[in-house]
C-alpha cells in the first residue's frame, strides 16, 4: 500500500512540474501565439485537419516576411478531437496557460457554441472561418465564412430566375445549420410566391443513407411537370448515398439540379464524381477562380501541403481571417483584444476570387457568392458570381430575428432589438 | 459483530487519506483560493477527471464484482448531466431574459418571460416553443431529483427487462450499447426536445453565481466532485464488503449455483445495475458543468466501451483500480490532445504527435489486456504480497 501512496503523489507531483516547467520555458521567448483550435483526431479531422496547415502555412509566410510587431508568430496547436466540450477546455487552456493571442478553430457550430463561453469570459479573439446559419455576432469572434444571406439566398435565387425552378425540396441533416438555413429559405421561397404544398422539407440523421424513398419524393413532387430543384444541406458521408440513389433513379442535374451547401473540393477529391458532375454547389470561393491572387494561393498551397491537395472555401476564410488580423494588428500596435477586435472592423482584404473582403461592424464579411457546376475531376465550373455581399447576422427572413441588428461600432451591441432599442444580451446566445 | 468497514476493506482509508490530501494541495495551489499554480483550467480538468473516476467505480461494482458487462453505463452519466443542463441552461437564460426586458415600460408578464426564454434556448434550432420534458426546467430541486430519478428508473426498467429474460453476457453487453445507441440517436433529433446536435451549452456558468469568477466556480466543483468521489468510493466499498458482496461476486463467478442455492439473482442484479447508474448520474451531473456543454456524441456506444476499457486496465475487481485506470487515461489523453507531445523525426518521414499518440493509446489497451489481466492495479497486489512475504 505504500507503494501506491509514493507513486500518486510523484504522478501528480511530476504531472504539475512538467506543465509548470514547460510553460515557464515557452514563456522567455519573444514571441506572438498563435492558437489553433481544429481538430486533428475523430470525424472531424478530415475536414479541419487541411484548416490547422493552412494556418500554418500563413504563419511560416507571415515569419518570412518579419512576423508582426517586429516579433515571429507562434503557433500553438491542440487538438480537441472533434469532442465538443474538449473544445471549450483546450480554448480555455490556449488562452489562459499558453496566452494566444488569437485563435483560428472550429468548423461546427455545436464546436463554436462550446467555446464561445470560454472566449467570452476570458476576453479572447477567434476567427471562425466556416459557413453557418448566422443568428449570433460575439464581440470575441469574427465569422470570415458565409452568413445564410451569402450562400443560401443567392443560391436560391439562381434556381429561382435561372434555372426557372418552380418547386423545392429542402433536404438536409437534422441539426442546427441545416434546421436554420431551411427555415430561412422556407420563408424566402414563400416570400417569393412559392406555395407551401410546393415545398418539401426533410431532415435525415448523420450518416444517413436510405435514400430510396426520399428521392422517390422529390420525384413525385414533380409528376406534374413542374421543375423540381433540390437545395441541399446534407452533410458529410451521407451526401454519397444521395448523389448515387439520384443516378440510379436516373435522374440528372438536367433533370432536377441539386444545389447543396456543404459539398466542396476537399469533400470531393478522392470520391467517384460520375454520380455528381452537373450538379450545383454554392461557396464563396472555388479552386477554379480566376484570379492572379488565387493562382499564387494554390501554388504556395501545393508546394507546403503537397500536390494532390485541392483548396476550398474554409481555406479562403481562413486566409482572409488571417491576414486581416495581422493588419489589425500592425494597425493598433498591440495584440491587445480590445484594440485589435476595434481595428479589425473596417479592414478591408483582397479575397482571392478577385474582388474585396471588407470587416463589417457585426463581425462578419462581404463576400461574392459563386455558384459552381461539379466537374468530373472534382474542381467546379463557375457558372454564377454575384458582386459582394454584406454578411448579415440576423436574418431578416425570420419575424424574431428580422427585429434584431448587431453593430459592435455604434451599438456596441451584438444582439440589439430594434423595436425595444435594447440590446437584449452582450453575450452571445449559446 | 461484524468487522468495520475500514478492517474488511483497508484500501478504503488509504484512498480516502489520498484523496483528502490530493484535494486540499489543489485547492491550496490553485488559482481561484491559493497561490495560483494550478491554472483554472488543469483544476477543471482535475475535476473532470474525478467524476470520471467515480463512474468509473460504477463500472466495476457492475462489471468487476457483479460480472455484469454493460457498455451503456456513459448513458446514464449523460442523463445526469442533461438532467442539470436543463436547469442551469434554463435558469441562466431567464436571469438574461428578465434583465434585457427590464428596460420597458410595463414589467414583463410570466407569460412573456417563458416567450422570452424560449425564443433564446431554442431559436438556434428553428423553435421558440419550450418542450414538455422542460416542465420542471426552472426548479433545482426538481432537476436534482431528476438526475437521480430518470437514470434510475431507466436503469430499472431495463435491467428488470433484461435480467427478467435472464440476458446475460456478451447479449447483455449488445443489448446495452442498443440502448445508448438509441438514446443517443433520439437526443440527436431536434424534436426530442434537448436541442438536439448542438446539446445544452454554457452551462459552466452558475445561475445566481456569475459574479464568482471560473477560478473559484472550478475549485467548488472540484471540491464538490472529491466529495463524490470520496462517497461514492465509501458506498461502493460497503457494498462489496459483507454479504450482499459475497453475493454478487458469487453471481460473478457462477450465476447458476447461486440461483440454485436459493438466492434472487435478478434482485441482486437489478440492485447493482440500478445503484451504479445512479452513481454514474450523479458523476454526469457533476462533470457536465465543468465540461461547460453535453450533446448527445458524449452518449454515442463508443464512450461506454472506453469506460470497460479504463476499468480494464486499471485492475477490475478492485475499486482503486478503476480510479486509476480512469484518471491515467483522461489525464494522458488530456495532456496529449494539449499538443505538448512531439513529432518524432525519422529522417525520411514525421511521425506526427496526432498520430501517434492515438495509436500508443491503443497498444497500451491491448497490451495491459494481454499481458495485465489484472491492469495497472494488479501490479499493487504482487508488491504487497512482496512485502508480506
Given at each position: 500500500m505504500k507503494f501506491t501512496t509514493t507513486l500518486k503523489i510523484a504522478g501528480a507531483a511530476a504531472f504539475i512540474t512538467t506543465t509548470v516547467l514547460t510553460h515557464a520555458a515557452y514563456a522567455q521567448e519573444e514571441t506572438i501565439k498563435v492558437g489553433v483550435l481544429h481538430s486533428l483526431s475523430g470525424t472531424m479531422a478530415i475536414s479541419e485537419t487541411t484548416l490547422k496547415d493552412t494556418v500554418l502555412m500563413l504563419i511560416e509566410q507571415q515569419n518570412a516576411k518579419g512576423g508582426v510587431l517586429g516579433k515571429k508568430l507562434e503557433a500553438v496547436v491542440v487538438d480537441p478531437a472533434s469532442d465538443w466540450p474538449l473544445f471549450a477546455e483546450k480554448a480555455r487552456e490556449l488562452l489562459t496557460v499558453d496566452k494566444v493571442a488569437v485563435m483560428f478553430g472550429c468548423w461546427t457550430s455545436v464546436s463554436r457554441k462550446s467555446v464561445l463561453p470560454v472566449i467570452e469570459e476570458l476576453n479572447g479573439l477567434l476567427f471562425y472561418p466556416v459557413q453557418y446559419e448566422g443568428e449570433e455576432s460575439s464581440k470575441n469572434v469574427f465569422y470570415t465564412g458565409a452568413a445564410p444571406n451569402q450562400q443560401a439566398i443567392p443560391a436560391t435565387d439562381y434556381f429561382l430566375e435561372e434555372l426557372g425552378v418552380e418547386k423545392f425540396a429542402l433536404l438536409g441533416t437534422d441539426y442546427v445549420y441545416p434546421r436554420t438555413t431551411n427555415k430561412i429559405l422556407e420563408q424566402y421561397l414563400k416570400d417569393k410566391?412559392?406555395?407551401?404544398?410546393d415545398i418539401f422539407v426533410n431532415y435525415t440523421p448523420?450518416?444517413?443513407?436510405?435514400?430510396s424513398k426520399i428521392v422517390a419524393d422529390v420525384v413525385a413532387l414533380g409528376a406534374d411537370g413542374k421543375k423540381v430543384g433540390v437545395i441541399s444541406t446534407i452533410n458529410g458521408d451521407a451526401n454519397i448515398g444521395f448523389y448515387k440513389e439520384l443516378a440510379a433513379a436516373g435522374i440528372s442535374a438536367d433533370d432536377i439540379p441539386v444545389v447543396a451547401f456543404s459539398v466542396g473540393e476537399e469533400e470531393l477529391s478522392g470520391l467517384d464524381t460520375t454520380n455528381l458532375v452537373g450538379h450545383l454547389a454554392a461557396w464563396n470561393y472555388f479552386q477554379s477562380a480566376d484570379a492572379p491572387v488565387n493562382a499564387e494561393f494554390i501554388k504556395e498551397w501545393k508546394a507546403f501541403a503537397g500536390e494532390k491537395r485541392v483548396t476550398n472555401d474554409p481555406m479562403e476564410a481562413t486566409y482572409i481571417g488571417f491576414n486581416m488580423w495581422v493588419n489589425a494588428v500592425e494597425a493598433a500596435g498591440t495584440t491587445d483584444v480590445d484594440a485589435v477586435t476595434t481595428a479589425m472592423v473596417g479592414q478591408k482584404y483582397p479575397n482571392l476570387t478577385g474582388t474585396e473582403a471588407e470587416m463589417l461592424p457585426n463581425h462578419h464579411l462581404t463576400k461574392p457568392v459563386l455558384i459552381g457546376e461539379i466537374q468530373a475531376d472534382g474542381q467546379f465550373d463557375i457558372v454564377s458570381q454575384t458582386e459582394p455581399v454584406p454578411g448579415d447576422?440576423?436574418?431578416?427572413?425570420l419575424p424574431e430575428s428580422k427585429v434584431l441588428e448587431s453593430d459592435w461600432v455604434e451599438l456596441k451591441c451584438g444582439m440589439y432589438n430594434t423595436d425595444t432599442k435594447t440590446c437584449v444580451q452582450l453575450n452571445s446566445n449559446y | 459483530m461484524q468487522r468495520s468497514l475500514f478492517a474488511r476493506q483497508p484500501s478504503v482509508l488509504v484512498f480516502i487519506s489520498l484523496l483528502a490530501v490530493f484535494t486540499i494541495v489543489i485547492t491550496v495551489l490553485s488559482e481561484g483560493f491559493g497561490l495560483g499554480l494550478v491554472s483554472t483550467s488543469f483544476v477543471k480538468i482535475l475535476g473532470k477527471t474525478l467524476c470520471l473516476c467515480l463512474v468509473a467505480i460504477a463500472m466495476d461494482l457492475v462489471w468487476?464484482?457483479?460480472?455484469?458487462?454493460?457498455?451503456?453505463?456513459f448513458a446514464f452519466f449523460g442523463l445526469g448531466g442533461y438532467m442539470i443542463g436543463m436547469w442551469l441552461m434554463y435558469e441562466r437564460t431567464k436571469d438574461i431574459v428578465i434583465a434585457s426586458l427590464a428596460g420597458a415600460e410595463l414589467p414583463p408578464t410570466a407569460e412573456e418571460i417563458r416567450e422570452g426564454i424560449g425564443t433564446q434556448i431554442f431559436g438556434v434550432v428553428g423553435g421558440s416553443e419550450i418542450p414538455v420534458?422542460?416542465?420542471?426546467?426552472?426548479s433545482l430541486f426538481a432537476q436534482l431529483a431528476l438526475v437521480v430519478l430518470v437514470p434510475g428508473l431507466l436503469a430499472l426498467v431495463f435491467g428488470w427487462l433484461a435480467f427478467r429474460s435472464r440476458v446475460t453476457g456478451v447479449y447483455l453487453s449488445i443489448l446495452t450499447q442498443a440502448m445508448t445507441l438509441a438514446l443517443s440517436l433520439y437526443l440527436f433529433q431536434n424534436d426530442s426536445g434537448l436541442r438536439g446536435n448542438n446539446g445544452l451549452s454554457g452551462l459552466q456558468n452558475i445561475p445566481g453565481l456569475t459574479h464568482l469568477p471560473q477560478s473559484v466556480v472550478s475549485v467548488w466543483f472540484f471540491l464538490a466532485s472529491a466529495f463524490a468521489l470520496g462517497a461514492g468510493y465509501l458506498v461502493a466499498a460497503w457494498v462489496v464488503s459483507g454479504k450482499f458482496g459475497n453475493v454478487i461476486r458469487a453471481i460473478r463467478d457462477d450465476e447458476t449455483r447461486i440461483r440454485f442455492m436459493g438466492y434472487p439473482v435478478e434482485a441482486y442484479k437489478l440492485v447493482v445495475f440500478t445503484l451504479t447508474a445512479v452513481i454514474a448520474a450523479i458523476a454526469g451531473a457533476l462533470y457536465y458543468p465543468q465540461a461547460g456543454i453535453i450533446n448527445p456524441a458524449e452518449i454515442a456506444p463508443i464512450a461506454s466501451i472506453y469506460l470497460a476499457v479504463w476499468v480494464a486496465i486499471g485492475g477490475r475487481g478492485r475499486l482503486y483500480g478503476a480510479v486509476i485506470g480512469a484518471a491515467t487515461v483522461s489525464l494522458l489523453s488530456s495532456w496529449f490532445t494539449g499538443g505538448q507531445a512531439p513529432s518524432i523525426p525519422l529522417g525520411f518521414y514525421t511521425i506526427d504527435w496526432v498520430d501517434w499518440w492515438q495509436v500508443l493509446l491503443g497498444l497500451g489497451f491491448v497490451l495491459v489486456t494481454l499481458f495485465m489481466p489484472k491492469g495497472i492495479g494488479g501490479l499493487f497486489d504482487r508488491l504487497v504480497r512482496k512485502d508480506a512475504a
Open positions: 410566391g412559392i406555395a407551401e404544398t448523420f450518416g444517413h443513407s436510405d435514400w447576422a440576423w436574418t431578416d427572413f | 468487476g464484482y457483479c460480472g455484469i458487462l454493460s457498455l451503456g453505463h420534458v422542460w416542465y420542471f426546467a426552472d
